[in-house]
Nanobody, 125 residues
Framework: QVQLVESGGGLVQAGESLRLSCAAS????????MGWFRQAPGKEREFVAA????????YYAKAVKGRFTISRRNAQNTVYLQMNSLKPEDTAVYYC??????????????????WGQGTQVTVSS
């Protein structure tokens, strides 16, 4: 099985930056894709960013495009989310996810097979 562990969350002021990390471990082949989702209180889990493991193609939600950057380290099955110019509306629990082939869009949580426990990101005004 695959285990995902997120790190890097915390409390920051608006305009500051955070870098989240997610490491995948266990018996597995390289992921088809890895991504980040977030969930704020009272809201559905929403797509943030994803990266294809084969060619590095990236995908971003409109709300974070231009501010967040997803990247990967292939050998360690590790994905990062650099979050700049953070806004209070970015406050949420951020989840790392991995998938190994799916008919679902990379922006949908339905296609992801494994999930981390989440890390809290809080952005104050």
């Amino acid at each position: 099985q695959v285990q995902l562990v997120e790190s890097g969350g915390g409390l920051v002021q608006a305009g500051e930056s955070l870098r989240l990390s997610c490491a995948a471990s266990g018996r597995t082949f390289s992921s088809y894709a890895m991504g980040w989702f977030r969930q704020a209180p009272g809201k559905e889990r929403e797509f943030v960013a994803a990266i294809s493991w084969s060619d590095g193609t990236t995908y971003y939600a409109k709300a974070v495009k231009g501010r967040f950057t997803i990247s990967r380290r292939n050998a360690q099955n590790t994905v990062y989310l650099q979050m700049n110019s953070l806004k209070p509306e970015d406050t949420a629990v951020y989840y790392c996810a991995a998938r190994y082939g799916s008919s679902w869009s990379l922006t949908s949580p339905n296609g992801y097979n494994y999930w981390g426990q989440g890390t809290q990101v809080t952005v104050s005004s």
